[in-house]
């Protein structure tokens, strides 16, 4: 029988935004029980944007100690990190101003640097000195935050992409197809040795790609590529719609 994720389907965005904000909840305090804190990769978009606006909602923001969490990112666009296309720029905003989360909690991408190769090398070091791993040993962070895109990109890992299933290092740079192009991003090797990923997905031009992501494994639909025993689909009745019997 073909292993697939978890998928959780929910009636609106409302809904939507309250069950993936408590996945994260669950997951968060499940990793401060075990081992004292969380480590958690963020990712970039309109869909992490609204769980990151739930997650600050007077409903969520105080059931968790955030100051037990510490943030990477699972990609980012090679742009300045105040531009508005920047991950960490979104997550600034709209997660770590509100929950006053510390400078010192925030591992950044250096998207802004000239050389996005020694960028990704220098991040793969502090990923390594943040949870204290050396080769060949992996880091596996406790919950990895993932978009869906329409062609079934995920984290910056697109259709096309030649290097996507050879384990090369932990982090590389890598040339988008939609702008802008010069992007770093986590490997497969990262996100397979995560103990949970979360994949996101709301809207009607998702439909198409959350349906070939539960087909199986495909290099040509990047996220299907994640470990079906950790990864748990969260979508709307929407981006749903092609699942329905």
Known sequence: MLAVPDIRIHRDSQAWAEAA??????????AVRAN???FIALSGGTTPETLYRALTSPA???RFDWSRTTFFFSDERCVPPDDPRSNYALAKNTLFTPLKI???Q????AGESSDPQAAAHEYEQQLRLATKTSP????SLDLILLGLGEDGHTASLFPGDPMIGISRGLVRHVLAPKPPPHRITLTLDVLHAARAAILLATGEGKARAVEAVLRGPDVAVPASLLPPATTTMIVDEAAGARLRN
Do not use: C
């Open 136 to 139: 060949p040993t992996q880091p």
């Open 102 to 104: 510390m400078p010192s």
């Open 36 to 38: 004292g804190r969380f």
């Open 60 to 62: 969520f923001a105080d």
């Open 106 to 109: 925030v591992y950044r991408m």
């Open 21 to 30: 904000a408590e996945f994260v909840l669950e997951v968060g305090k499940e």
